[in-house]
């Protein structure tokens, strides 16, 4: 059984930085594409970011040039690097492994999910 498990919310001030992270049991990491998606109260679930199984990345023009994305297969772990965060970002942030398809990524396998709250 597939389990992903996410760390790194939090609370910090606009313009901070945060770091999750995402670890994967079970043996489908490496042949997996990973993303992650965010949820904010009376909001639709925005995906903003994936990464490939090749290290291929795209995010949410809403974080471009502020989030990065990372995966490194041989711990079966990803990351979402969160720099210069503004209140919007407040979400609940989830990873997901998937694939992607014609009609671009979809997500097979759900974290449950770690509040990051950007406030003064």
């Known amino acids: 059984q597939v389990q992903l498990v996410e760390s790194g919310g939090g609370l910090v001030q606009p313009g901070g930085s945060l770091r999750l992270s995402c670890a994967a049991s079970?043996?489908?990491?490496?042949?997996?594409?990973m993303g992650w998606y965010r949820q904010a109260p009376g909001k639709q679930r925005e995906l903003v970011a994936t990464?490939?199984?090749?290290?291929?990345?795209n995010y949410a023009d809403s974080v471009k040039g502020r989030f990065t994305v990372s995966r490194d297969n041989a711990q079966n772990t990803g990351n979402l690097q969160m720099n210069g965060l503004i209140p919007e970002d407040t979400a609940v942030y989830y990873c997901?492994?998937?694939?992607?398809?014609?009609?671009?990524?979809?997500?097979?396998?759900w974290g449950q999910g770690t509040q990051v709250t950007v406030s003064s």
């Open positions: 990464i490939s199984t090749g290290g291929n990345t």
């Open positions: 079970g043996s489908i990491f490496s042949i997996n594409a």
């Open positions: 997901t492994m998937g694939r992607f398809g014609l009609r671009g990524y979809a997500a097979n396998y």
